[in-house]
Structure formats: C-alpha cells, structure tokens
C-alpha cells in the first residue's frame, strides 16, 4: 500500500503559480502510473494529469498547456506546476495512482490540498 501526502496549495490571484507536491511512500512496484486529480465544488473528481514511471506526460483538455506534470523517483515524490491559475481551478487537489497492472485505477484517497484562485 502506498500513502501519498500532497502538498502546495494555497490562495492565488488569477494568472499566478503554485507547484504542488506529492510525497509517496511505500511499494509502488505495479503502478505503471502516478495522476493528480481535483474536485471542484459541486463536481466529480476529474484527472487534470498524468505521468508514466518512464516520465511521459498525459493532461485533461482544460490544462491547455498551463500545467506541468513531473516527477522525481530518486525522491518519490511528483509534482504539478500550474501557471495562469483561473478561478475556475479553484478546489481540492489530489494526488493517486493513474493505471495499475496495465489498467486505470485509483487507490485510498488523501486529504488533498486546498487550490483557491480569486482576486
């Protein structure tokens, strides 16, 4: 089982930046890939990216080049750089597996971490 602790949120005016982080501790031998999510108030959880054990990147329509998946194995720990925040980014993000053993699957949700874009 793997604990995944997300990190970075935090209040931003339209058009900034933040970097989450997500610190994953444990086995990951069968994750053949790592996403971010967020829930957005009033809305289903949705993948915003996503990022293979080899490094390639996958992201949702509405990242629209603003957002950078990476990740770090030596550290465990992946990350999401957002540019030009809009404030219907606004909510909950989370990080979680992606696929596991060749199919999309998600485990134990965290806490997440709070993303509020407003002027």
């Known amino acids: 089982q793997v604990q995944l602790v997300e990190s970075g949120g935090g209040l931003v005016q339209p058009g900034g930046s933040l970097r989450l982080s997500c610190v994953a501790s444990?086995?990951?031998?069968?994750?053949?890939?790592m996403g971010w999510y967020r829930q957005i108030p009033g809305s289903q959880r949705e993948l915003v990216a996503g990022?293979?054990?080899?490094?390639?990147?996958n992201y949702a329509d509405f990242v629209e080049g603003r957002f950078t998946i990476s990740r770090d194995n030596a550290k465990g720990t992946m990350y999401l750089q957002m540019n030009d925040l809009k404030p219907e980014d606004t909510g909950v993000y989370y990080c979680?597996?992606?696929?596991?053993?060749?199919?999309?699957?998600?485990?134990?949700w965290g806490q997440g971490t709070q993303v509020t874009v407003s002027s």
């Open positions: 990022i293979t054990t080899r490094g390639t990147p």
């Open positions: 979680n597996y992606w696929w596991v053993n060749g199919k999309p699957q998600t485990g134990p």
């Open positions: 444990g086995s990951i031998e069968n994750i053949n890939a």
